[in-house]
């Protein structure tokens, strides 16, 4: 009698295991495909995924109007004021590619949170090796209540820092079994005009941007963003110490792709104005 009565359990248990619905991860990313960031395996599809939706110097690719879309195209390129000033190309060895959503509602989602664009980092095989999305919540309340959530998940986290006290923006780093977790807040103004009021509007938004890296790359990572100077270099046709503008001779080029950690002012912290506690008082 137990024997059947075991088996008869066995036989609900499994067909209640087919009734659950396996949600599988979008092949291409497009509005409301809800690329879950929880479900990053580092083995996609990149090309396949930007294969609708890419940009390109900060705009849409139409390969009817712009040609067919190229490795050169995106090939993994940091830029700031200095590296254009000087016409500085970081990484200085070429270290794969970068593939950018356009803006598209919920592209990505990380548990109820939905994102607006979604950006990959590839090696050179086109292997994805860190991804970063970001998006805007109406209420500082949801913005705490999805940190929260993460940490009921993952524990408190491995760094945390309050870098910058004009947009409350924090920075909170999670060490993971195969990757890294970063999630920065902060929040923002915006105005816009309006008919009714000769002042306009005033609208505060709170960001959430989410960092994930494969922790096998987060070395070379970090490598990519350093920049060694040569001794002279060329400025407005003449050339000079890279002291002259006070330059590190091993600068750091930073972008959404590198983990705050790797910023060794923030970790020392030496007279603790990046403490996160401090972000309790502003509350």
């Given amino acids: 009698m137990n024997r059947f009565v075991n088996f008869i359990a066995i036989i609900l248990m499994l067909q209640s295991c087919s009734q659950v619905a396996i949600v599988e991860q979008p092949e291409v990313l497009e509005k409301n495909s809800k690329f879950d960031l929880e479900m990053i395996s580092f083995q996609e599809d990149v090309p396949g995924l930007y294969a609708k939706h890419v940009l390109v110097d900060d705009f849409e690719h139409d390969s009817l109007h712009d040609g067919a879309l190229t490795d050169e195209m995106l090939r993994y390129k940091i830029n700031n004021t200095i590296s254009d000033a000087f016409d500085l190309e ?134 990519a963003h350093l920049y060694e100077f040569p001794d002279k270099i060329l400025y407005h046709g003449k050339y000079h110490s890279y002291k002259d503008f006070q330059f590190e001779k091993l600068s750091v080029f930073r972008d959404e792709f590198l983990l705050n950690s790797t910023n060794e002012t923030l970790v020392k912290n030496e007279h603790g104005i990046y403490d996160i506690s401090r972000v309790e008082n502003e509350q």
């Fill in 90 to 223: 970081v990484p200085q060895k070429n270290f794969g590619f970068v593939y950018r959503s356009p803006t598209l509602d919920s592209v990505a989602q990380f548990q109820n949170i939905y994102f607006k664009n979604l950006s990959t980092l590839a090696d050179s095989t086109k292997k994805p090796v860190a991804f970063f999305s970001e998006t805007e919540v109406k209420t500082e309340k949801e913005q705490q209540d999805f940190l929260a959530t993460i940490k009921s998940k993952y524990g408190e986290p491995k760094y945390a820092f309050f870098i910058d006290h004009s947009y409350k923006l924090c920075s909170y780093e999670w060490i993971l079994t195969d990757r890294t977790l970063e999630i920065q807040t902060s929040f923002g103004v915006r105005f816009s005009t309006s008919y009714s009021s000769a002042e306009g509007l005033k609208e505060t938004y709170y960001r959430i941007e989410v960092l994930i890296m494969d922790n096998h790359q987060k070395e070379n990572i970090y490598k």
